[in-house]
């Protein structure tokens, strides 16, 4: 598929809602809100026409795309009088196509956004998304119920709402996986597995007995669990978790990351990391060979059965951190409306109906019933051959939990997510995202600065306590006292005015 261009519809339906929306644009036509189809009168005045959106999501390009869009615009048109031409962007080259074809103003009027992809925060302050806090009231009450209100709390971006959060897992937490295989080999326990710290009789016992397993399978992007959430990813600038007085700290000056720090240099030294730990992107070969014992990796009900059936292996695992609800976990997976749309209405009642009908989604989701999945019963469903030709990525699309369920899985499923969500607790910066625009300069240095000790540090590949003092020294003189100051005076800013 071409990346600039929408795709040929190809149903009479489209190419009559296409006709149509032509003739309204060149007459100066308003968004339709209309739930009324075309051709349909009300009181001997021809009803509104129907409305072209154009979607950009994330993920490869699937084979049938144009095959299911025919679909669901048949739908869409009985539905909301609209049609959508749905477009996808490769993983790689989402954010960087997308950033290209929003600042030339082209054709765009829903796109998916993230704290990963196309960054949420940093767009909204661009000006590429339309706010939409009064659009959820009048065109997407459903999505306002659905939603835990934490995903549009912790989604706001100076205090406005700018894009949906998918509904799925709300929380962040982390767990420690380990090979079964491994642990009823040895006949080794997890209980009372928590801390990092609690690891060490585990490790000490797997690395003399299984010579050929990296007994702790981190890679580059490790860093210890210290109760702190980072104003910026990997910077050292951070609020505890448990804070009283919302104070900016250097987790490098604090004595819980130290502690971290010297137990992660303590293993590497012991060989229970792999040597080359600061420059591995992925331990994702060892994890498929079964060369490995224990990792630690962010969870979500039922997580062990997805791991074991995707490593070939069993795998259990064991809390290593408290659910909490963090800004990135609630932006991990977003729907913007583009600032440039002319049917900003029409596009809220799109995204309403793709995150409440479960007919839409699964559509969208999975493909067409009796070509690519047969349904087992109303809420199970099994993939068809053909589902190879039509496998979008779940998260990105919507409501997560009105999708079919497989045979394997449980039939509580969406239960437990409702649960998992509910144990979540609100980061006490859930809603705050650091303008960094005053401070660019800093932020650029500090990056420089990062990329020189991070890794190494975190990783355990050299020793903390001579190099943290270093790498302190060099984030300063880079202006790290600066933009905390900068930091500090937004945050204290932000917590006024939610005491208002």
């Given amino acids: 598929m071409d990346w600039g261009k929408k795709p040929v519809a190809k149903s009479m339906a489209v190419l009559l809602a ?56 048949k739908y869409l048109l009985e539905k909301i009088n609209a049609t959508v031409d749905m477009n996808m962007l490769d993983w790689g080259d989402y954010s960087q196509k997308m950033g290209v074809m929003t600042a030339s103003g082209e054709e765009v009027d829903i796109m998916f956004t993230a704290s990963w992809a196309f ?27 659905t939603l835990d209100p934490a995903f549009l709390e912790g989604s706001k971006v100076d205090g406005v709402n700018y894009g949906i959060p998918a509904n799925k897992e709300l929380p962040a937490q982390e767990v420690w996986r380990f090979n079964k295989t491994l642990l009823d080999k040895h006949g080794l326990s997890i209980d009372g597995v928590y801390t990092l710290q609690s690891l060490e009789p585990l490790l000490e016992k797997i690395k003399a007995a299984e010579p050929n397993v990296t007994p702790l399978a981190i890679a580059r992007d490790f860093v210890p669990l210290a109760g702190y959430d980072y104003l910026i990813e990997k910077m050292p600038f951070a609020v505890k978790l448990d804070t009283t007085d919302y104070k900016v700290v250097n987790i490098f000056e604090t004595p819980e990351m ?60 064991t809390p290593a951190s408290e659910p909490v609800v963090y800004n990135w976990s609630v932006m991990g997976s977003m729907q913007a409306i583009s600032a440039n749309t002319r049917y900003p209405e029409k596009a809220m009642e799109f995204l309403n109906l793709l995150n409440s009908d479960a007919y839409l989604r699964n559509l969208i989701d999975s493909g067409i ?66 303008d960094t625009s005053g401070v660019a300069t800093e932020i650029a240095s500090l990056q420089n600065v990062k990329e020189e000790f991070w890794q190494a540090i975190m990783t355990g590949t050299v020793d903390p306590v001579e190099n943290v003092p270093k790498a302190i020294e060099k984030f300063k003189a880079a202006g790290l006292d600066k933009v905390m100051a900068e930091a500090q005076k937004q945050l204290d800013a932000w917590v006024a005015s939610k005491a208002q």
């Fill in 258 to 317: 130290m502690e971290q720090l010297q137990t992660m240099h303590k293993y590497y030294k012991a060989g229970y990391i792999a040597t080359e730990v600061a420059t591995l992107d992925t331990m994702n070969d060892a994890l498929m060979a079964g060369t490995w014992f224990t990792d630690r990796a962010a969870t979500q009900p039922f997580a062990d059965n997805l791991w074991s059936a995707s490593y070939g292996m069993p795998v259990v695992s």
């Fill in 18 to 73: 296409s006709a149509m929306v032509l003739a309204a644009c060149g007459g100066g036509g308003e968004s339709g809100s209309s739930n009324n189809a075309a051709g349909e009168t009300n009181g001997g005045a021809e009803a509104e026409q129907p409305v072209n959106l154009v979607w950009y999501t994330i993920g490869t390009p699937q084979k049938d795309l144009d095959r299911v869009n025919e679909e669901v615009n």
């Fill in 369 to 434: 019933e009796g070509v690519h999945y047969k349904k087992v019963s109303d809420n199970v469903m099994e993939n068809l051959p053909e589902s190879s030709n039509y496998d979008m990525p779940t998260f990105s699309l919507g409501n997560v939990m009105l999708t079919y369920l497989y045979p394997e899985d449980p039939a509580t499923k969406w239960d437990e997510f409702k649960k998992f969500n509910d144990s979540g607790v609100p980061s006490p910066i859930l809603g705050f995202n650091f």
């Fill in 119 to 145: 960054d949420y925060v940093q767009n909204a302050r661009k000006g590429a998304f339309y706010p939409i806090d009064e659009l959820l009231q009048t065109h997407g009450k459903d999505i306002v119920a």
